[in-house]
């Protein structure tokens, strides 16, 4: 029985081990841990690669008057402009209108339980029957 994939939240897959190991042939083994190494030293290329470019981000950075602080409310000021469209922020605020519409709902139900014309059905529940 193969591995069990589940997608995490940022799209990858991860591999969680089952009960039951793969059985593979010795030829198969050898090509899945070439593999593994050659994924292994590109994601160690790659992390080399992203650290020499923030690092030449930063000299542009300063080259061009732009510090820390100014970057940060740059951050801030998308970030405050992000939460209208997030998810979470969506929910939130389709969960109260959900709620509002509920509560509105059973208000009317209580007004209309209320009502002259509802108290009269419930006093005489078959003659709302009746053909005439």
Known sequence: MPDAMTKTSVGAYESHPTSEPV?????????????????EAEIVTL?????AKERRCGELKRK?????????RQNL??????V???NAYVKQKTSVALSTVGS????KFGDMKKSATFRSFEANP??????Q
């Open 126 to 131: 078959n003659e709302g029957s009746r053909i």
């Open 84 to 86: 209208p469209v997030s």
């Open 64 to 72: 061009l008057g732009l510090t820390t602080l100014v970057g940060l």
């Open 47 to 51: 992390r080399q690669t992203l650290a």
């Open 77 to 82: 000021s998308k970030s405050w402009h992000d």
């Open 104 to 107: 509105a709902i059973c208000r």
């Open 23 to 39: 059985a593979l042939t010795e030829a198969e083994q050898m090509e899945l841990k070439s593999e593994l190494t050659k994924l």
